[in-house]
């Protein structure tokens, strides 16, 4: 019998040995590196749910909630994850369902997941479809123009201990990169920038940068319906803003449809990601 409740601290030694199967590529070895999956911003204590076959935890699934100017609020499931001795009982349909209701519960409107393409057949099957692709695009960071304008202003956030409410929110950013990436400035303490952008007082945008190595920086832009008409600054300022960093090059998670937006700034070196986003309608 598999029992859906919500995790606990103390289940995360069961979950190592979950992680070490599923998410392998990331170097789990320690409880306490599950634990820091589990706390800090981006993790909603509410959308944390586990699967449980006497009294032992075989699996997990990770949620939280999102605003959009076009969908409402969006449910991001942010992980799914199964013990390999376990993906043939349904348990992973179990606690997709059992996310759903919870999302349901917060008023998401849609639910959107991201998913590798040997695993699209399980999201398949629970009535979760491919959209669109995603792109990753990058450039020498020497090539990013730098640009400014007085109606802008950028206020870069100094030592922020929580997520913004001004970064649980996605427009042309691929949603979820945002607090993806603060969340790795916040919990993890590596090296990056979080700002936002206003102009007359008034939201324009969010911008986060996270250095991931010695060549290379990770960023995020995104404009709120009334700074569309700052995109291109917002994007650029944010990218530039790296230079603090040190990386040869930076580069970014972009929507294919928004692709125009960044286009004529850069002379960007694209090509489709791996993953891709799976979504539903609740």
């Known amino acids: 019998m598999v029992k859906i409740r919500n995790g606990i601290m103390k289940d995360c030694k069961d979950l190592l040995e979950v992680y070490m199967g599923t998410r392998w590529s990331e170097g789990f070895t320690t409880v306490e590196q599950v634990k820091m999956e589990h706390k800090g911003v981006a993790f909603e204590k509410w959308g944390w749910l586990v699967a449980e076959i006497r009294g032992r935890v075989v699996g997990e699934i990770l949620c939280r909630i999102e605003k959009n100017p076009v969908a409402g609020r969006i449910g991001i499931i942010r992980s799914l994850g199964i013990d390999v001795r376990h993906q ?14 919870v999302l349901r519960a917060k008023k998401a409107g849609r639910f959107v997941g991201t998913t590798t393409p040997e695993a699209y057949n399980y999201w398949m099957k629970v009535d979760y479809h491919k959209r669109y692709w995603v792109l990753k695009i990058e450039s020498p960071l020497s090539k990013i123009p730098s640009k400014s304008s007085k109606k802008l202003k950028r206020n870069i956030i100094s030592e922020p201990k929580t997520l913004l409410k001004t970064m649980r929110f996605s427009n042309i950013a691929y949603p979820g990169e ?13 090296s990056g920038l979080i700002m936002e952008f206003y102009s007359d007082d008034v939201l324009m945008g969010v911008g986060a940068v996270v250095k991931q190595d010695d060549n290379t920086a990770k960023f995020i832009a995104d404009v709120t319906p009334k700074g569309a008409d700052f995109s291109n600054l917002v994007v650029l300022q944010t990218a530039k803003a790296a230079s603090k960093l040190k990386p040869k090059k930076v580069w970014t998670l972009i929507p294919e449809d928004k692709l125009p937006w960044y286009k004529g700034l850069v002379k960007w070196k694209s090509e489709i990601y791996r993953n891709f986003p799976v979504t539903k309608l609740a």
């Open 88 to 101: 043939k009982k349904a348990i992973g349909t179990k606690l997709t369902k059992a996310a759903e209701k």
């Open 178 to 190: 945002l607090a993806e990436v603060a969340r790795e400035i916040i919990t993890y303490g590596k």
